[in-house]
């Protein structure tokens, strides 16, 4: 889990990583494995809609058990 300011929230696993931008209504998701230095963006990818709601959620559970107050927007809500 990493935070910066009300700008940008992230969680990782060994595999993946999601970025947030809440306030850019933007979201990025990497596959670590493959794509080590994180230059190719999976977010809008269907194939990858179930990892990105998994990791969107693991990213809220983390905010809460860190006491985090940032709210993050529903990513449905986003337009890609």
Known sequence: ???YRDVQ????TRDRKLVVYPEARRVQ????????????DLSGDPAR???RRTLWR??????????DPLTL???????E
């Open 1 to 3: 889990f990493g935070a």
């Open 29 to 40: 998701l990497f596959d670590l494995r493959a794509d080590p230095w994180e230059t190719r």
């Open 73 to 79: 927007p529903d990513p449905d809500t986003w337009k």
């Open 49 to 51: 809609a179930h990892e």
């Open 58 to 67: 693991r990213l809220e559970a983390l905010q809460r058990a860190h006491g």
């Open 9 to 12: 929230r992230m969680v990782r």
